[in-house]
């Protein structure tokens, strides 16, 4: 099994910036590919961003692209999402998701291991 740990959320103004981490432990495997999913308030889980195992591979929604950045340190069994020019919209409890696979999962029901989550307020 894979435990995920989220972790990095909080409060900031309209334009501000977060880091979310995720902390994976127990079966250590390779081949884990990582994405990022949000919720908000009424609304349905959405795809934030994916990355490969390698980090050669990296798929962004729309809603991310130009402003989020997926990372991932191996080594350290963390995978990170930079938040930048973050907007109210923004606003969402963020998890982080790990499948066993060689295509970059981008649904909600190819995840194997999700995190608790952690959330996210960005004021006007």
């Known amino acids: 099994q894979v435990q995920l740990v989220e972790s990095g959320g909080g409060l900031v103004q309209a334009g501000g910036s977060l880091r979310l981490s995720c902390a994976a432990s127990?079966?250590?495997?390779?081949?884990?590919?990582m994405g990022w999913f949000r919720q908000g308030p009424g609304n349905e889980r959405e795809f934030v961003a994916a990355?490969?195992?390698?980090?050669?591979?990296?798929y962004y929604a729309d809603s991310a692209k130009g402003r989020f950045t997926i990372s991932r340190d191996n080594a350290k069994n963390t995978v990170y999402l930079q938040m930048n020019s973050l907007k109210p919209e923004d606003t969402a409890v963020y998890y982080c998701?790990?499948?066993?696979?060689?295509?970059?999962?981008?649904?909600?029901?190819?995840?194997?291991?999700w995190g608790q989550g952690t959330q996210v307020t960005v004021s006007s």
């Open positions: 998701a790990a499948r066993y696979s060689a295509v970059l999962p981008l649904r909600e029901d190819e995840y194997d291991y």
């Open positions: 127990g079966r250590a495997a390779s081949g884990y590919a």
């Open positions: 990355i490969s195992w390698s980090g050669g591979d990296i």
